[in-house]
């Protein structure tokens, strides 16, 4: 790799670390690159990104950055996965992990928070986004719904009232 190759690499990783949401640190010795590939795969589909960095250059790109505190954990075979969406690469790493022993999960940061292992994997059985804007609609049009329902209740019980003294006069 020459200098400008270097150069690019350092640019393309500071990219990363200025527009994640969440960063997460992975050693990922001993995996194939079928699975390497499947770990890709599954984190496009969450719309999250898993890249293989030279720790060297990820130190270079960090200085400077809210992400800096990542530098301590670049040792080893170190990858990065990484997304705008602060739950969706913690979740597929997390879950990877599980099935997967090799892959093993160092920790990260979510803006200028440091997280362990254990907080990677907290942040990862969070809701998504999508499922919070969800839940949101559905506390909000419940009152909606209730409030129906009791002005429909006192028409309804005038009906069955007016229909009982019809049916008791008829006989």
């Known amino acids: 790799m020459d200098r400008a190759q270097k150069a690019a690499a350092v ?27 499947h770990l890709r795969a599954s984190m496009r589909e969450a719309e999250a990104s898993f890249k293989v960095i030279k720790n060297r250059l990820a130190k270079r790109a960090l200085a400077g950055t809210d992400y800096e505190a990542l530098g301590d954990m670049l040792t080893g075979p170190a990858a990065l996965a990484f997304s705008a969406d602060p739950v969706a690469a913690p979740r597929v790493v997390s879950k990877y992990a599980k099935d997967n022993e090799k892959l093993i999960i160092l920790g990260g940061m979510m803006g200028t928070t440091v997280l362990d292992e254990k907080g990677v994997k907290a942040l990862a059985d969070l809701p998504s986004l999508d499922e919070l804007r969800g839940k949101i609609l559905g506390m909000i049009n419940t009152p909606a719904t209730r409030i129906a329902g009791i002005l429909q209740q006192p028409g309804g019980q005038l009906a069955r009232v007016l229909n009982a003294y019809s049916q008791s006069d008829a006989a």
């Open 11 to 37: 640019d393309s990783l500071a990219g990363i670390f200025g527009s994640a949401g969440v960063v997460v640190v992975t050693h990922y010795s001993g995996m194939s690159v079928a699975e390497l590939t």
